[in-house]
């Protein structure tokens, strides 16, 4: 992907899993960025917003 991102409500989590590339992941609420490559992993809280991925990554999301 060049650009992807969601909305984590208050009834689940998310976890994201980078598995090829290289890029950053963002909260829009904080504007807090990370820089992420691949074997990289992220765990977003229920209720944590809107996210963004940046840059050409691949991209494993899990919701529960």
Known sequence: VDCA???VDGRSFLSV???G???RIGLAETGEWENC???DSFFLSAGAGAWRVE????????RI
């Open 17 to 19: 899993l980078v598995i």
């Open 37 to 39: 490559r691949r074997g």
């Open 21 to 23: 590339g290289e890029g």
């Open 55 to 62: 840059g050409k990554v691949d991209l494993l999301l899990t």
């Open 5 to 7: 991102g969601g909305i």
